[in-house]
């Protein structure tokens, strides 16, 4: 796991920056319903994609809440006095005070299943019947393009995906969150190079290979002998899910 706090004054930079964060605010809001009047960004990171949301609905009251103080801190300076600092397993909001909830690139970061389940459940509780969560799914299987680098990094160790989109789903029935739509978008900028993902690997943002290990050398190794080390290969398309509570 990354340290957030270290990595925040960085990481915008590094993810695509404010053209992800377009195209990612773009497809959320295509399933945030017409009308919602407060809207709670979890795990909000440095508020790039949540001022985005504030700014398209003005007449929409936007709350930002993440775990990390450095995400926290770049994402107040976005939205001042509409940022907090929690753990999305335990939001410190009332029942059914929201009219959506929305959730990007978190659940991928949860190494427990019942992390997820705990983070679904407060979704669901704050958002009132009749309301939306909007989430990230299948974040890893979105970065498998088809390219060289994904051939080289095929037999890497993987954990099963926290994410998936089956899971999410089914976590989010036991908590009457049922179906109500889907969408796609480019990860706009992250599009991996060779040189850079064997930065990334040696950096260890690539779970279950950590840095200095034996098979993280090989792998950047092999990474190095690729053409066109400072081509990126075809950007990420990443999947959302939209749910609706029951009234």
């Known amino acids: 796991m990354l340290d957030y706090d270290k990595e925040a004054d960085a990481y915008d930079a590094t993810r695509g920056g404010e053209p992800r964060a377009a195209a990612a605010a773009d497809a959320v809001l295509g399933m945030v319903p017409p009308g919602t009047r407060r809207l709670l960004d979890v795990a909000c990171g440095t508020g790039i994609v949540t001022r985005r949301l504030a700014a398209a609905r003005p007449a929409t009251r ?54 997820v389940r705990a983070v679904v459940a407060e979704c669901a509780r704050v958002l009132r019947p009749g309301g939306a969560w909007v989430t990230t799914v299948d974040k890893a299987a979105a970065h498998d393009v088809g390219s060289d680098i994904d ?5 890497r160790p993987r954990r099963p995906a926290p994410d998936a989109a089956p899971l999410v789903a089914s976590y989010a029935a036991a908590h009457l969150l049922h179906p109500a739509g889907r969408a796609r978008f480019p990860g706009r900028g992250q599009g991996r190079s060779p040189r850079r993902t064997a930065a990334d690997l040696r950096r260890g943002w690539f779970t279950l290979l950590p840095p200095g290990d034996p098979r993280t050398e090989a792998f950047a190794a092999r990474l190095e002998q690729l053409p066109d080390q400072e081509l990126p290969r075809p950007e990420p398309v990443f999947s959302v899910r939209a749910f609706r509570k029951a009234d």
């Open 151 to 155: 051939a080289v990094l095929a037999p």
């Open 62 to 115: 936007v709350t930002g809440v993440d775990l990390t103080y450095g995400m926290a801190r770049m994402a107040a300076l976005r939205l001042p006095g509409a940022v907090v600092l929690a753990d999305s397993r335990a939001l410190p909001f009332p029942d059914g005070v929201f009219d959506a909830v929305t959730s990007v690139w978190l659940l991928h970061l949860l190494d427990r299943p019942e992390d």
